[in-house]
């Protein structure tokens, strides 16, 4: 595990925690306003965290993509 803002963080956890800062930093900013420092800013992890998990900005777009994809499909067959 690694520590970030001193407490351990799971490699899942910080996965998410990347995945909603670049949330809301492409909300606010716009995708092309939005760089891996942004989102490494917004989330409290060091970039080499991002980087563990994401190869770039765009494969970080893809897994939100694919996230809000399965998430209104799940809510759509619910209904």
Known sequence: MTE??????SPRTQREEILDAAMACFTELGYEGTSID???????LPKSAISQHFAG????RN???TMWSERLSGW???A
């Open 4 to 9: 970030s803002m001193g407490k351990h963080v």
């Open 38 to 44: 942004a989102i490494a800013a917004r989330s409290g």
């Open 76 to 78: 759509m067959l619910s």
């Open 57 to 60: 900005k765009a494969e970080i």
């Open 63 to 65: 897994a939100l993509l």
